[in-house]
């Protein structure tokens, strides 16, 4: 059985459609991308199952149980974490105080330590600056960060969007290495990506969306291969 | 000599000044929502001592914290019962409607008590503590320090606690804090509580050498809002800093050019300040 399962999922903002018919599924210990243009429907996809959005039609099955239009405090507390779209980091406060945001459903006080040694082990940049305030970071250290924050909340799946945007070549492979250690440690993560090239060369299958429709979905080598899906759906 | 009494009179009274004011900037730093009612919760408070005084024959350890108890509680309730609601109505419904609030809760106050002014016994806190050349009441020093404590406390609960980067988290993005697990709603609700409490102890605390009325809230959140604004919205040393000065100033005015322009000279330096600072003493441009 598929970890998470979306089917017929659609968004509306107001008149605006956000999603028409997203169907995808997410097994356990995978890595699936989504490509897809700009307005394609990734961000809404993943704000949908992160419980940001309510959904106007279709499911959104988590290990077997429909989440869709729960509150996203609830959802992060059953174990999917977003780091989202342009961070979202809280600015004003430190580092640390970030990272132990995103620890806030955690139930156990004592595992607390063991969180923060795993996201500075992963990043040491973020020990560095642990004092700082969030504001103060580069745009790599701000990826870092939301990526250390989403990871505080323990999650059995890790929804991402975009994790490459605006981010030089160096710290994307410092981000997409850490993303590779994830998955050995048994993350599943589903990445939301507009740089098809380089999702499809972490993930192992991915999905592509447009205007808001899962249009194709396969394994991620056979997508990296195909002239004519590149050429139709990926932009290059 | 005359000066330093002024200077402790005036930073005595500033204090209760600054809590007074960051129960306002508190509101207004999590959800960008002016408290017009704020005022009135402070009258609240007032009589709420006025009447445990009088019936229950208690003194302030007792009736301040019972003060600040109802008053959380009516922040709370007011935030779930009409804030959540308006929120999501244009600017003006919020504006109006705490301002209606405001009035209402006038009105109850002056239905069941009239409007005959009232205060507590004298003997509340009535002696006078001489230190160091200095005469000070007991009331307002109680009330000063109380005051003073409390702001500090608020202040450190917002910086150094896991509760207080809650708040500040939904403060400034209330997605994100979602995001994290945090239940936006439930933190404003308590961030209400926190600000009426508030004004429920200055309340108490300004009872003890004040007049009580109806109308009294009208001055005293006057002279918040200028605090407010003075120090920074949404910033509480601000607050602080700008209570304790407005504190000082009245006293010195109220001193050298009389009681009754005291409040004029509060604006003038206010404006003086808005003109050259518009961001307020800490705030951010
Ligand atoms: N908050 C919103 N209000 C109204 N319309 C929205 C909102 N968010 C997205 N949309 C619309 O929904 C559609 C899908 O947008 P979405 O952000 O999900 O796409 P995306 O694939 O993530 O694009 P990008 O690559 O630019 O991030 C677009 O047409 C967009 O204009
Ligand atoms: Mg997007």
Same mark, same amino acid.
């Given at each position: 059985?598929? @970890?998470?399962?979306?089917?017929?999922?659609?968004?509306?903002?107001?008149?605006?459609?956000?999603?028409?018919?997203?169907?995808?599924?997410?097994?356990?210990?995978?890595?699936?991308? &989504?490509?897809?243009?700009?307005?394609?429907?990734?961000?809404?996809?993943?704000?949908?199952?992160?419980?940001?959005?309510?959904?106007?039609?279709?499911?959104?099955?988590?290990?077997?149980?429909?989440?869709?239009?729960?509150?996203?405090?609830?959802?992060?507390?059953?174990?999917?974490?977003?780091?989202? =779209?342009?961070?979202?980091?809280?600015?004003?406060?430190?580092?640390?105080?970030?990272?132990?945001?995103?620890?806030?459903?955690?139930?156990?006080?004592?595992? @607390?330590?063991?969180?923060?040694?795993?996201? /500075?082990?992963?990043?040491?940049?973020?020990?560095?600056?642990?004092?700082?305030?969030?504001?103060?970071?580069?745009?790599?250290?701000?990826?870092?960060?939301?990526?250390?924050?989403?990871?505080?909340?323990?999650?059995?799946?890790?929804?991402?969007?975009?994790?490459?945007?605006?981010?030089?070549?160096?710290?994307?492979?410092?981000?997409?290495?850490? @993303?590779?250690?994830?998955?050995?440690?048994? @993350?599943?993560?589903?990445?939301?990506?507009?740089?098809?090239? &380089?999702?499809?060369?972490?993930?192992?299958?991915? /999905?592509?969306?447009?205007?808001?429709?899962?249009?194709? =979905?396969?394994?991620?080598?056979? &997508?990296?291969?195909?002239?004519?899906?590149?050429?139709?759906?990926?932009?290059? | 000599?005359? +000066?330093?009494?002024?200077?402790?009179?005036?930073?005595?009274? #500033?204090?209760?000044?600054?809590?007074?004011?960051?129960?306002?900037?508190?509101?207004?730093? !999590?959800?960008?929502?002016?408290?017009?009612?704020?005022?009135?919760?402070?009258?609240?408070?007032?009589?709420?001592?006025?009447?445990?005084?009088?019936? +229950?024959?208690?003194?302030?350890?007792?009736?301040?914290?019972?003060?600040?108890?109802?008053?959380? #509680?009516?922040?709370?309730?007011?935030?779930?019962?009409?804030?959540?609601?308006?929120?999501?109505?244009? !600017?003006?419904?919020?504006?109006?409607?705490?301002?209606?609030?405001? %009035?209402? +809760?006038?009105?109850?106050?002056?239905?069941?008590?009239?409007?005959?002014?009232?205060?507590?016994?004298?003997?509340?806190? #009535?002696?006078?503590?001489? %230190?160091?050349?200095?005469?000070?009441?007991?009331?307002?020093? *109680?009330?000063?320090? !109380?005051?003073?404590?409390?702001?500090?406390?608020?202040?450190?609960?917002?910086?150094?606690?896991?509760?207080?980067?809650?708040?500040?988290?939904?403060?400034?993005?209330?997605?994100?804090?979602?995001?994290?697990?945090?239940?936006?709603?439930?933190?404003?609700?308590?961030?209400? #509580?926190?600000?009426?409490?508030?004004?429920?102890?200055?309340?108490?605390?300004?009872?003890?050498?004040?007049? %009580?009325?109806?109308?009294?809230?009208?001055?005293?959140? *006057?002279?918040?809002?200028?605090?407010?604004?003075?120090?920074?919205?949404?910033?509480?040393?601000?607050?602080?800093?700008?209570? *304790?000065? %407005?504190?000082?100033?009245?006293?010195?005015?109220?001193?050298?050019?009389?009681?009754?322009?005291?409040?004029?000279?509060?604006?003038?330096?206010?404006?003086?300040?808005?003109?050259?600072?518009?961001?307020?003493?800490?705030?951010?441009?």
């Amino acid at each position: 059985m598929s @970890l998470l399962a979306v089917a017929g999922l659609a968004v509306h903002y107001g008149d605006l459609i956000g999603a028409a018919d997203v169907s995808l599924t997410v097994a356990a210990g995978e890595i699936v991308a &989504l490509l897809g243009a700009n307005g394609a429907g990734k961000t809404t996809t993943l704000n949908a199952i992160a419980g940001l959005v309510p959904p106007a039609g279709g499911q959104i099955l988590w290990q077997g149980e429909d989440i869709a239009g729960r509150p996203a405090h609830h959802i992060v507390a059953r174990g999917i974490a977003l780091s989202p =779209e342009g961070w979202r980091l809280f600015t004003r406060q430190s580092v640390e105080a970030n990272l132990r945001l995103g620890a806030t459903r955690l139930a156990v006080r004592a595992e @607390l330590p063991g969180r923060f040694a795993r996201v /500075y082990a992963l990043f040491p940049r973020l020990a560095e600056r642990r004092r700082q305030s969030a504001g103060t970071l580069s745009g790599g250290e701000r990826q870092m960060l939301a990526l250390g924050r989403a990871l505080m909340s323990a999650p059995r799946l890790l929804l991402l969007d975009e994790p490459s945007l605006g981010l030089g070549p160096a710290v994307v492979d410092q981000v997409f290495a850490a @993303l590779l250690t994830l998955r050995t440690e048994g @993350l599943t993560l589903l990445i939301a990506e507009q740089s098809a090239e &380089l999702a499809l060369e972490l993930a192992d299958r991915a /999905y592509v969306l447009q205007t808001g429709r899962t249009v194709l =979905e396969g394994r991620a080598g056979d &997508l990296l291969q195909n002239p004519e899906v590149r050429r139709a759906y990926l932009g290059g | 000599m005359i +000066l330093v009494q002024l200077v402790a009179d005036g930073l005595l009274l #500033g204090a209760v000044y600054a809590l007074l004011s960051s129960g306002l900037t508190l509101i207004w730093g !999590m959800m960008n929502v002016v408290n017009f009612a704020h005022g009135d919760f402070v009258m609240l408070a007032m009589y709420i001592a006025f009447v445990a005084v009088t019936f +229950l024959h208690v003194g302030p350890a007792v009736f301040v914290p019972l003060a600040a108890l109802m008053l959380f #509680g009516l922040g709370v309730g007011v935030y779930f019962a009409l804030i959540r609601h308006v929120m999501r109505g244009p !600017m003006l419904a919020q504006i109006l409607s705490t301002f209606g609030l405001g %009035i209402l +809760l006038r009105y109850m106050v002056f239905w069941v008590f009239s409007a005959n002014f009232v205060s507590l016994p004298n003997r509340m806190a #009535g002696g006078v503590l001489a %230190i160091a050349g200095l005469r000070l009441q007991d009331s307002r020093l *109680l009330a000063g320090l !109380m005051a003073l404590l409390l702001t500090v406390g608020l202040h450190l609960m917002l910086t150094r606690t896991a509760f207080g980067s809650r708040l500040l988290a939904v403060a400034e993005d209330r997605t994100a804090a979602m995001l994290v697990g945090i239940r936006p709603d439930a933190m404003q609700a308590l961030a209400w #509580g926190i600000g009426a409490a508030c004004a429920g102890v200055a309340g108490a605390l300004i009872a003890l050498f004040f007049y %009580i009325s109806p109308l009294v809230g009208d001055s005293l959140v *006057l002279i918040a809002f200028v605090t407010v604004c003075l120090g920074g919205f949404g910033s509480i040393p601000g607050a602080l800093v700008a209570g *304790l000065a %407005i504190g000082v100033i009245e006293s010195l005015s109220a001193w050298f050019i009389g009681a009754a322009w005291q409040d004029v000279v509060v604006f003038a330096l206010f404006l003086l300040a808005l003109w050259l600072r518009p961001q307020g003493l800490m705030g951010k441009a």
